[in-house]
């Protein structure tokens, strides 16, 4: 059973900083990996998607990285903002039965001014 | 660009109420599926759709019924609410298959049932 961790659970950095969020899934036969921001009270919203065959998408301050041999992805903030302020999950899709995502419990990441 | 829609925002039940949550979308993606979102579990998933007609079961499928009867739309019916259903529901669609299969949430229903 395919099992998603996220560490830290919580992180508090000054902006300005650049910051990276961990995710680790147990299982590596997976199809992709996303990565969501999901602010207080509010849907999700998808920031990045890698392919199994991928190593890294980028997007804007927003690079994610996977390593699937190792069941590893990071995704790295540059320069965090305020904005940035929000919880960010991580979700992984096997590539064996029907596109079932496995959810991390997320980071939340607070940026203070 | 209406994207994944849910209906809605939020809803009071007393336990025992039945209730259908709604979700539309208008990308014309073959797979849609339900999720519940509880504190420190992350979401999970309660029953998945891959085209009109065609359902299965999640991770936690128990007191939830689902139907897909067009491809725009797959409603979750709660057949007799109870508190441990208490949680935020999310609804997601995205293509079935090939290299974009880039999954789209709505917006949440959050549900409490007393």
């Known amino acids: 059973k395919q099992e998603v961790t996220q560490i830290p659970a919580a992180l508090s950095v000054p902006e300005g900083e650049n910051l990276v969020l961990n995710c680790s899934f147990t299982d590596s036969a997976i199809y992709n990996l996303q990565w969501f921001r999901q602010d207080p009270g509010k849907g999700l919203t998808s920031l990045l998607l890698?392919?199994?065959?991928?190593r890294e998408q980028t997007s804007g301050r927003l690079n994610a990285s996977l390593d699937k041999s190792s069941g590893r992805s990071t995704l790295y903030i540059a320069a965090s903002q305020p904005g940035d302020s929000a919880t960010y999950l991580c979700?992984?899709?096997?590539?064996?039965?029907?596109?079932?995502?496995?959810f991390g419990t997320g980071t939340r990441l607070l940026v203070s001014p | 660009n209406a994207g994944v829609t849910q209906t809605p925002k939020f809803q009071v039940l007393k336990t025992g109420q039945s209730m259908t949550l709604q979700c539309a979308q208008d990308m014309n993606h073959e797979y849609m599926s339900w999720y519940r979102q509880d504190p420190g579990m992350g979401l999970r998933l309660i029953h998945y759709?891959?085209?009109?007609?065609?359902?299965d079961q999640g991770e936690v499928p128990n007191g939830y019924n689902v139907s897909r009867s067009t491809t725009e739309d797959f409603p979750l019916r709660l057949l007799s609410a109870a508190p441990s259903q208490t949680s935020v529901y999310f609804c997601?669609?995205?293509?079935?298959?090939?290299?974009?299969?880039?999954?789209?949430f709505g917006q949440g229903t959050r549900l409490t049932v007393v």
């Open positions: 979700a992984v899709k096997g590539n064996t039965g029907f596109q079932k995502l496995v």
């Open positions: 890698i392919q199994s065959s991928q």
């Open positions: 997601a669609s995205s293509y079935l298959m090939g290299f974009d299969t880039e999954a789209f």
């Open positions: 759709s891959v085209g009109a007609g065609i359902t």
